[in-house]
């Protein structure tokens, strides 16, 4: 296991937030350097200009989807790669100055995403109220204990309430029980090394005016039998209608049958862009041994087949 005690790592602030959560959940991330910053775009750039070792950001949340204000980034803006993916079960609650009631609150306060997550819990128990997006849930809790406004409310994780000497009005108030958000940690140079139970992510850019061109993309990960965990549209920023696919998938680049597929998409594609291989937090045990398994299991043939080669021919 690398040792993160001389590094320093950046995640979306200020102290309390569900990254800094996920980020204290891994023993060996807890003991770097923890360094908030305000927004995604700050612990972006913090990474990418050498400021800090890593960059710890969101990736997708289980009922919401896709965090855009961390991928696109990684698409467009900078070239960074994924060491690790952490994945977090995510608990809401309302929260306010000691003394607040329910009936009393005008106005919620939450990072969008989170907003959105308890959208039916508002809907039937504040269905008037207002509601002020922040750039997280802690910044969130950190606003109301700091507002002279008695009617507002956040909706943060409980070590927030703590933090920030506000009272729980209600626990637990998501929507979905089943609320998770994936995290990934960043950096500038390193890739991962394989473990057996690996993810690949890649962003395909289509031949926008070819028919089929996904159905093409598609199909080479298809013939090589590569299961994808993922797949999803972004806009490419070039126009309306022109889009590029990220695409998760089992297995890692130093995997034969990943780096062939890989490398016939970049050969006929017009850009891949390869965001990393990293060790999967799938908490199935079968199903990483299963993909261990395939895994060297490939690895077997293909070495096996490549040593009747006859070099003296």
Partial sequence: MKNFSDSTIAYLGPEGTFTEEALRSQSDLATAKLLPFPTF????????????DYAFVAIENSIEGTVSASIDPLIFDYDLFVLREVVLDIHLNLMAKSGTQMSQVKKVLSFPHALAQCRGFLTEHLPHVEHVATNSTSEAAMLVAESSDAASAALAPSVSAGLYNLEILRNNVEDHKGNQTRFFLLNKDQLAPRTGHDK???????????????????????????NLTKLESRPSKAGLGQYCFVIDLEGHIEDPIVADTLSQLHRSLPELKFIGSYPSAASNSEKLGEL??????????????????DRLA
Wanted: glycine share 2%; hydrophobic share 45%.
């Fill in 200 to 226: 690949t992510t890649v962003v395909c850019f289509q031949i926008s005016d070819r028919p089929g061109s996904l159905i093409s993309i598609l199909a080479q990960f298809s013939a090589r039998n590569i």
């Fill in 292 to 309: 261990k398994d395939r895994s060297d299991k490939a690895e077997t043939w293909l070495s096996e087949l490549l040593s009747r080669i």
């Fill in 41 to 52: 775009a700050t612990v972006m750039e913090a990474v990418a200009s050498r400021k800090v």
